[in-house]
């Protein structure tokens, strides 16, 4: 199993269309969880931690099911602006790493 | 703040060459790592350090080495550059270790023809 794996996309949605992507981690030691937001020829940046209470920033919800591993972003009312590729990553498991998804490339179509 | 920087942006080498990226942070932050970013492959994590005078390797660590003579700055050097280096580079920063979140510089795109 792959450490973190996520959709493998790409998705293609119209504008104000909710999408959901999800991840699974397979180190039941991890002990932080984020997503990370990309855009083309350009560094990952934070778009938001994960809790395991969930927790939604706008538009933005993310969800975490530690017994099944798994790890959730969804985006409501999407805006053209949101077309990146969308980064799973999680933490912890060892003192310095963090462990990055592949990636799942959204795209929102006017 | 200028937070994470890289120099250079742009680097196009021919095999054999040597050339070393720099990254620089103004966030007094102990950690400081390096990755590779390749199309279908994802980051991974060249070499890292904890602290000034300190590193470490990460998961692709061969043909690369490290140097973090001041807690700011952290050096990549490719002693004979390879085309399987030809990738996208990426510097992060992190006030800690153990999972906590890493800020990103710009990025540099090395060519090894």
């Known amino acids: 199993r792959k450490e973190v794996e996520q959709d493998p996309g790409p998705f293609n949605v119209p504008e104000g269309a909710t999408v959901a992507f999800n991840c699974t981690y397979s180190n039941s030691a991890s002990q932080s969880f984020f997503w990370y937001r990309q855009d083309c020829r350009k560094e990952p940046k934070l778009l938001m931690s994960v809790y395991s209470s969930g927790n939604e920033d706008g538009r933005f919800t993310a969800q975490l099911n530690r017994a099944s591993q798994y790890i959730s972003l969804l985006i409501r009312d999407s805006k053209l602006s949101d077309s990146a590729t969308y980064l799973c990553v999680v933490g912890g498991g060892s003192n310095y790493k963090l462990t990055f998804g592949k990636g799942t490339l959204l795209t929102v179509n006017p | ?113």
């Open chain 2, 1 to 113: 703040n200028a937070g994470v920087t890289q120099t250079p942006k742009f680097r196009v080498l021919k095999t054999g060459q040597s050339m070393t990226l720099l990254c620089a942070q103004d966030m007094n932050h102990e950690y400081m790592y390096w990755y590779r970013q390749d199309p279908g492959m994802g980051l991974r994590l060249i070499h890292y350090s904890v602290g000034e005078g300190t590193t470490a390797k990460g998961e692709v660590p061969d043909g690369y080495n490290v140097s973090r003579l001041k807690k700011q700055n952290f050096l990549l050097g490719l002693e004979s550059a390879a085309p399987s280096q030809t990738s996208v580079y990426f510097c992060a920063s992190s006030p800690l270790g153990g999972g906590v979140v890493q800020f990103f510089g710009p990025g540099t795109r090395l060519t090894v023809l």
